[in-house]
């Protein structure tokens, strides 16, 4: 708990970003920590349990699910923004505050029935965890949870996930 109260302390909230109203949480500071980032790892490969694949979302889930996966001692997937793959076994596209995103998953790694963990740096909106997580339902795969770093509360990301187990290290 002491350990979390320190990666707490290493978020950086950043006021206007990207725009005027928005309170940015920065974690940055987080992964640039030696001790922090162990610690974010760790419990987030703890929560990854039985998953035998991390997914890590474009693009700071990146650096968190190839740690999370390395830890856990399994293989790292990433969940991509469109036009970066050259063969693509699921896509999905969602609404933005303006205008649309669209994710995707790689071909041929992801098998019906595998069994993964999900995690990317913050759930705010949810938007972009429930189209990864519909992403890989279209695969086939089995989502075992999602984890994260920090939950924006207000937000209630959560609700665009179901019943999905969610996992956040931190709250604001
Ligand atoms: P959502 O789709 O839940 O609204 O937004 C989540 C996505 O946007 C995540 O991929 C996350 O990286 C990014 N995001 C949204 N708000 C923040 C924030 O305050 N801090 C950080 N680090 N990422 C954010």
Redesign the pocket.
Known sequence: ADDLLRVAELVRSVPDYPQPGV?????TPVLADGGAFATVTTELAAHAGEAEIVIG?EA??FLLGAAVALVAGVGTVPVRKAGKLPAVAASRTYELEYGTATLQLPAGVVEPGARVYVV??????????AASCALLADAGAEIVGFGTLME?TA?N?RSKLGDLRVDALLSA
Not at 23 to 27: E, Q, S, T, Y
Not at 120 to 129: I, K
């Open positions: 309170l940015f949480r920065d974690i979302v700071r889930g990317d740096d913050v759930l705010a909106t949810g938007g972009t965890a924006l937000l990301g």
